[in-house]
């Protein structure tokens, strides 16, 4: 299992394309991100950028190249919008699930047969939308006992309330390694996260994925976020404490009491960077939420840049090092990840 350390080469990184980002769903929006005709979401993945776009309310996900002749068929460099898939350089399209080509007769109909745009598979747990290359299973069967938990949330989202698109300067499993632990916490996030006094909580896995939940031992915190309950609406997915699920291998979702969501990816891109997405989802409510939920936001963020600065530490500190690593029981969602990534990595040598 020496890739799981290999923080620096290329190889390893086109191999981990291979094993764990084709074969297996990745989590790409929530379903009101594509609410009309035209929205997309741009992923940047292993460094192509990936269009999840709604073509007259069918979604379909691709990779942003123009079948032609390799122009992007978006170029604005927005992460999201509303756009017409037109491609800059000759003008192909894409609308209502097939290719408009100009000066179509110059073309060998013959040779137009299997032209396509490049597509990934689309799958939903409720509505969140999920998306792979060529999956070895279901998404029902990857996500195992946390699809009914998952398809609870992503029917109480209200909407996104913030994209947080920045990089880690350090390779994907230092940052995602870094959130599959709380041990952190005291040390990394004083002012942000640790005032809520975590406990150490209880981690359960299934399979490839895992939650941690752990209780709000702040008492004043606690009683703070027990009395919001009635701002939300009847129904939505509530729990009394502070959970995180981790979806193998790039995703996380976490939440406070479910009155927030942060649903990150920790995508690869090369191999001494990470292209990180939190979006930021509020759920159902009844009464005004505004002044709550630019709080969320802004502590969200503030909590990822803590983790940005020490992760970048790392991959610096690394470099040429082989150094064996010890794991506590906090740290074991690690030492399960790098159990599961040997075995598909493995798969693929
Ligand atoms: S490359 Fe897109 S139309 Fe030619
Ligand atoms: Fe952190």
Sequence with gaps: MKNVRDY???????????????????????????????????????????????????????????????????????????????????????????????NRSQFKESELQDVDILRYEVAYCGDFVFFSKAPLMRLREQLGDFYETLEKISVSIERKIDLNRTSFA??????????????????????????????????????????????????????KLERLDHVFEDGIYRRDNYFSIYLFPFSMISSTFGYSYAFQSFFPDMPGSTSFYSRTYSVRSRLDTEAFYNSVKSVNRQIFDEDIRVCNMLQKALKGKEIRFVYNELEKRIVNFQKNYGRYMEDEQ
Aim: aromatic share 12%.
């Design 8 to 102: 620096f080469s290329a190889d390893t990184l086109d191999m981990e394309e291979k094993a764990l980002f084709e074969p297996f769903f990745h989590y790409g929006c929530h379903r009101s991100e594509l609410s009309q005709n035209g929205s997309y979401v741009k992923l940047s993945c292993f460094g192509n950028d990936i269009i999840i776009y709604n073509d007259n309310g069918d979604i379909v996900c691709f990779d942003n190249i123009c079948p032609h002749r390799g122009a992007p068929f978006l170029c604005s460099g927005e992460n999201e919008g509303c756009e017409k898939l037109r491609c800059p350089y000759h003008g192909w399209q894409y609308e209502n699930g097939r290719l408009v080509i100009p």
């Design 170 to 223: 350090s390779n994907w499993k230092i940052s995602l390694e870094n959130a599959l632990e709380n041990y952190h916490v005291p040390s990394v996030h004083p002012g942000t996260l640790a005032p809520l006094e975590l406990s150490n909580g209880e981690i359960v896995f299934d399979g490839l994925n895992s939650i941690w939940i752990s209780d709000i031992r702040n008492q004043k915190a606690f009683r």
